[in-house]
């Protein structure tokens, strides 16, 4: 097998026709004006950082930060405390607004979830905006179960948390950037890689979804193709979800980028942080490219479990969004327009026709477990090195032999650097399938994402098995069913 064609961009597929939203010039950092206790204005990296050092400096007057997009402003909550550490904060340039629930009160209620609330289809997620817990149930938590979780909301009180239905169902989504498949009993399983990195003892390597490793552990490029790389660490469920794959041939290029399609890229620079507010985009291999904001942070989701009946797979720690996302995607990149890779595609509910909640898996926490760095040698946890010594989009393999079965990763040329925004939006689809020639936007997904009439045994708890054509319409005949998580 050609090295080129292992060389799979980390990110996926594009959905190339839909709407900008973001200008280049939306990032540029200013100081504020001449008024120092004036909140600056900021990009959200920047916002990130001063959130961390003002925690570090309020300490637990500190009550969670979020990123307003419209005013470009972090914005800082605060309760009784030392009115010259606020001060302090609002001449760092944070819009300090005080609230009445505490860090230290949202956790002990968050704990307090956990011992009442643990029901399959329920997540929750400190909400800075509110000074919530925000709950959220999906469509399976009916009956006695709803009643368990309303009754645990209730008794916080009414100015500790909130609770609102989802209409789709919490599950994972195996499936995300470019599409990488495994052989298992009954089938394939199709997942997504999210980014590559460079693994602890120098070998090319990637990172997928925790639920895509415990799944399978031999993966492929191609549906029955032969395995490129084998899982090394998997997570999940428990404290995060995400995989460490390596490449099998030590050779292997790994490119420190995101292909968004038509020969375009986003080259990842560092690994960061998610801010609540900020404007984020997500490849996947099933649905292509979608923006959305990031609505909550170390959220705890409960996952039907897939071997029990009655179990649930908790996963804590994740990134909460309103990014749509459907089966396919799981382990897809989440990044910012500059280069910021955030997170790994966990699960959610909806689809990217109506809508829903995904939740995705930070990227810095499943560096620093697994010892990764982030491309070839680049950016780990807690290294944040700016990306230029990173392999270049132009030689890299182009979409034409990157993946196959109709996978084609949008242009036979990777080179060029993309603006994400101007390929990304909720309604169209076209391009997910896109042809490997670059001159076409690829056949038309129409949101649905993939077939759903295969016959082999669902492991993610998606359902039934999924056309692993790349095109997304197509019709499965049965005899090889892929399962899309």
Not at 231 to 254: C, H, I, M, R, W
Not at 380 to 404: H, I, M
Not at 409 to 420: C, I, L, M, R
Request: hydrophobic share 35%.
């Amino acid at each position: 097998m050609p090295k080129r064609k292992a060389a799979i961009a980390a990110g996926g597929v594009a959905a190339l026709g839909a709407a900008a939203i973001l200008l280049p010039n939306a990032n540029a950092s200013q100081d504020g004006g001449a008024n120092a206790a004036a909140p600056k204005t900021l990009k959200a990296t920047d916002a990130s950082d001063l959130a961390a050092k003002l925690q570090g400096l309020l300490g637990d007057t500190f009550a969670g930060s979020y990123y307003d997009s419209g005013k470009q402003q972090l914005v800082v909550n605060v309760v009784s405390g030392d009115n010259n550490l606020i001060v302090q904060a609002k001449k760092a340039g944070a819009a300090v607004r005080k609230v009445e629930n505490s860090t230290a009160e949202l956790k002990a209620a968050a704990q307090t979830l956990k011992s009442k609330a643990t029901v399959p289809g329920t997540s929750w997620a400190v909400d800075p905006r509110t000074n919530k817990i925000q709950v959220t149930a999906d469509s399976t938590v009916t009956g006695a179960k709803w009643d368990r979780v309303e009754s645990a909301v209730q008794d916080l009180g009414s100015g500790m948390a909130t609770v609102k239905k989802s209409s789709g169902k919490f599950k994972p989504l195996v499936s995300g950037g470019d599409a990488i498949f495994s052989q298992v009993q009954g089938g394939n399983v199709r997942c997504s890689l999210g980014f590559n990195v460079t693994a602890s003892d120098g070998s090319p390597a990637f990172l997928t979804a925790g639920h895509c490793g415990v799944a399978a552990k031999d993966w492929s490029d191609s549906q029955n193709g032969q395995p490129i790389a084998t899982v090394d660490q998997a997570t999940f469920p428990g404290e995060g979800d995400f995989s460490l794959v390596k490449y099998n041939d030590a050779t292997t290029q790994a490119p420190s980028e995101v292909n968004v399609g038509n020969g375009q890229t986003v080259q990842i620079n560092q690994a960061a942080d998610a801010t609540v507010g900020e404007t984020v985009f997500r490849m996947g291999s099933t649905t292509g490219l979608h923006n959305g904001q990031v609505t909550g942070l170390d959220a705890t989701v409960n996952f039907q479990s897939e071997t029990d009946p009655n179990g649930v797979d908790t996963v804590t720690g994740l990134i909460q969004t309103n990014v749509c996302a459907e089966a396919g995607d799981s382990g897809g990149s989440l990044f910012t327009q500059d280069g910021n890779a955030l997170g790994l595609t966990s699960g959610g509910s909806g689809d990217c026709t109506s809508g829903g909640e995904t939740f995705f898996q930070p990227v810095t926490k499943a560096l620093q477990a697994t010892g990764a760095t982030l491309g070839a040698g680049g950016n780990g946890a807690g290294d944040q090195a700016g990306g230029g010594d990173q392999a270049g989009g132009g030689d890299q393999a182009g979409g034409g032999d990157a993946v196959g079965g109709g996978d084609a990763v949008g242009g036979g040329d990777a080179s060029g650097t993309a603006d994400p925004s101007a390929g990304a939006g909720a309604g169209d689809q076209s391009g997910a399938g896109a042809d490997p020639s670059g001159t076409g936007t690829g056949a038309d997904q129409s949101g649905t994402g993939a077939d759903q009439s295969g016959a082999g045994a669902d492991q993610s708890g998606t359902g039934t098995g999924a056309d692993p054509s790349g095109a997304g319409t197509g019709t499965d005949d049965g005899s090889a069913a892929t399962e899309n998580h």
